[in-house]
């Protein structure tokens, strides 16, 4: 029988790019969107799409037996900056959302479940250079500490009920299909955006603050691999460290710069710096890298490449 999917956030960062890849391995008509708010139109037009609050244990329950799923790829959050702002509604929403999944796999209603972590994971004594996997972790953020907390209980329900969960703990994430989402290092997404429309950026981290970051195409590359893995392979069921590259404002800008000679960036640091700086500044990955077989492809200097050209079409501008 062939799998029936969930993305549940499909209009986030991630969600709206993992959906169209899933559609186009699996069939637009076996990967359902679902998300609180409409998703993009691509994604709208080309499968099906159930408007859904994950919290909602019984409306959940009802898509996943309308649409027969079997996969869930569960990527609702609310991310480091804003969880900041909202912390009783941050934490209702990071775990809830995790808990109506492990309970729908313990029940064997739904077979493998996709759950993302952090780097948030870590915190202000973690050791900051090549981070390992087995690290220090004492998060010092409402976001942090729902994805430490998520990742002990998918390595559980593993142990205890054999719950088919796997998770990778995603660095800063950069892509140019979507809006910047709340996080952190969404720096490095917005900063794109500025320089194509204005010249000009403020950033709201040091520059010389430096942070593990994958451009999108690896990240959604990195979650199907790990879904697609064989169960034997995969030997941690907590999370996995995965890495990409690691720059700070200073050097992104450099790099804007080099194709782009007009722009400027300025500083204005706030409140997550702080958050920045309880973060590693690289990660090491070859526990994944050794149990199946990941590898990043993407540096800095291509995913400027690929942002600029991008976004220039996205609106509209010339070289």
Aim: glycine share 4%.
């Amino acid at each position: 029988m062939r799998d029936n999917i969930l993305v549940i956030g499909s209009s986030g960062q991630i969600g709206t790019e993992l959906v169209i890849e899933l559609r186009k391995i699996y069939g637009n008509d076996h990967v359902v969107a679902s998300d609180i708010i409409p998703s993009s139109e691509e994604i709208m037009s080309s499968g099906p799409y159930e408007k859904l609050d994950v919290t909602d244990a019984d409306k959940l329950l009802a898509v996943v037996k309308k649409h027969h799923i079997t996969q869930v790829y569960l990527l609702a959050a609310m991310l480091s900056a804003k969880a900041e702002k909202n912390v009783n509604f941050a934490w209702k929403l990071n775990m809830d959302s995790l808990f109506n999944i492990l309970n729908l796999a313990k029940e064997k209603i739904i077979k493998k479940i996709f759950w993302p972590s952090s780097i948030a994971v870590f915190g202000p004594n973690t050791k900051k250079e090549l981070t390992p996997q087995c690290a220090l972790t004492e998060p010092n953020t409402v976001y942090g500490i729902s994805k430490l907390t998520g990742e002990r209980w998918c390595e559980y329900y593993f142990n205890k009920f054999n719950v088919d969960v796997v998770s990778i703990r995603y660095p800063g994430l950069i892509g140019w299909k979507s809006e910047p989402g709340g996080g952190t290092t969404d720096y490095a997404v917005h900063i794109f955006h500025e320089a194509l429309k204005n010249n000009t950026y403020t950033c709201f981290l040091s520059e010389k603050t430096t942070l593990p970051m994958m451009y999108m195409n690896d990240a959604i590359r990195a979650t199907i691999e790990i879904m697609q893995t064989k169960a034997e392979n995969v030997k941690i069921r907590s999370s996995y460290n995965i890495a990409g590259c690691s720059f700070n404002p200073m050097q992104i800008a450099a790099q804007i710069k080099s194709k782009q000679v007009e722009f400027t960036i300025n500083y204005k640091v706030d409140f997550r710096q702080e958050i920045a700086n309880s973060w590693p500044q690289s990660i090491d990955d070859s526990e994944a890298m050794k149990d199946w077989k990941w590898k990043a492809q993407c540096n800095l200097e291509k995913i400027t490449h690929d942002m600029l050209d991008n976004l220039r079409i996205k609106y509209n501008i010339s070289k």
